[in-house]
């Protein structure tokens, strides 16, 4: 068990420590004109920078939710809740790729093969609900993207809770740009909640029926 917490211990400083360096200057300079109007350099090309944002908040100390809400202001809800869960489901993927073909030697190193087997375990049996519940949280998406690569979570069930999470968290901080709202209880709210209800519908078409005797 400790050495299972060790592995997610080094996931979360991987996942932190561009926050500590870079955190500070890419808010700043986002803060200048402010994301919406830093966005609209761009012109046509807003919506990809957008994404580009967004997806990089796997590597990056980006605001993705302040990025939602410029792309809701510049797209409205819908156009920008696409786009704004396109680049979520880009961050969740990327990090989850590159795990995948990391492999699972690097985390039997870290966690020996006890820990590997423990979170391979906790990841068959409740994978897709953290995947799916965990996309509104700070810092932590992206420590699950990573972990649910390198215990080789299956691509289907993993895309298919990452979208759950991503739908949600993409409307919602798009249409609160678009209206203007700060009701902060009520957005988390949904955020948190409306992926554990879509994964409760997705889920049994994943799983596979076993064939009649």
Known sequence: MLRLLLLVLVLLLVTVMPFLIWGGEIEARLAEDGVAGWMRQF????????IALIA???????PSTAVMAAIGIIYGPFLGGLICATGSILA??????????IGPNTAEKLAGAEGLAQARALFD????????????????PETISFLAGLTGMPVRPYLAALTCGAVPLGFVFATAG???????VLTIAICA????????VVRPFLIPHRASP
Request: hydrophobic share 55%.
């Open 193 to 200: 909640l409306a992926p554990l209800a879509l994964w409760v």
């Open 43 to 50: 012109g046509g090309w807003a919506w990809l920078a957008g």
């Open 56 to 62: 990089s908040d796997i590597a990056l100390p980006v």
């Open 125 to 140: 049996r409740y994978g897709g609900w953290i995947v799916a519940g965990s996309r509104w949280l700070p810092i932590l």
């Open 92 to 101: 969740g993927l990327a990090g989850y790729l590159v795990c995948r073909l």
């Open 178 to 184: 678009y209206i203007g709202s700060d009701n902060a």
